[in-house]
């Protein structure tokens, strides 16, 4: 039997704290749920021509391998300077993670398509290495998503580890009938649908012609 004084579904609500609230006067970011220190501002924004030189130094550091490749600038840099060059480049969806005035992340979606049909190519996405780990990369993921859907976009495609984008809704393209550009990636290639697609969208997915030439 549950007494009047237990609770029904999970521990007992915590006492409403007397404790000062010193985020009370501060601006709100864009993305509130996101385990950044309390004490910080953090904001995610579209890139401006101010940013550039730091978004370059960021995918950098966020891809350079372990040694003795150290000293290579990773291909993402270069795939970077030509997405901007190319007829597929949205500047909308180039974003970036400042936190207390600083660049430390960056995201970018291209112009992709299906069947002749528009969508979105994720890519590159890099989190300044010593910021990893502390929410930046989700917080330009739910930005990329819910700005593409917001703006009627169909879905998003992008080649990455399941693990960490199966959080944001992304599934293997073939549950959805989109072939990858290249077979051999099997489930790393997934999509994202938003609110517009419609599952008659199928075929075999192309990337902004850069990646096509990695
Ligand atoms: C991948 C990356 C963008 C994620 O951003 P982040 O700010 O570090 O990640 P978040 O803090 O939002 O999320 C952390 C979670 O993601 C997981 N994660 C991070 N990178 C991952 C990866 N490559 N594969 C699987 N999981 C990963 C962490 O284990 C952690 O999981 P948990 O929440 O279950 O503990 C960032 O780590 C990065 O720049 N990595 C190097 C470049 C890169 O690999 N880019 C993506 C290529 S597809």
Known sequence: ??????????????????????TRNRPKSLVTSIPF???CIVLV???????????????????RKPEPETLTE???????????????WLPQYSLVVEQDNTVIA??????GQVGGIRALGLGPIGVQPDFQHQGAGSALMHALVGGADASGELF???????????????????DHGIESP????????QVRTLSAYQPTM???????EPFQRL
């Open 45 to 63: 924004r579209r890139e401006t021509s101010q940013d550039i030189a730091a978004v370059r130094l960021i995918q950098a550091a966020a891809f």
């Open 37 to 39: 220190a309390r004490d």
């Open 156 to 174: 998003i495609a992008l080649l990455g580890n399941p693990a960490y984008y199966s959080r944001f809704g992304f599934v293997a393209s073939t």
């Open 202 to 208: 199928t075929g075999q997915f192309s990337y902004a």
């Open 1 to 22: 039997m549950v007494r009047a004084s237990e609770p029904l579904f999970g521990p007992a609500q915590p006492r409403i704290s007397t404790a000062p609230n010193v």
């Open 74 to 88: 990773p291909i993402e840099v270069w795939l970077l300077d030509e997405l901007r060059a190319c007829t597929g």
């Open 182 to 189: 290249d077979p051999g990636w099997g489930p790393f290639f």
């Open 106 to 111: 960056h995201g970018v979606c291209t112009r």
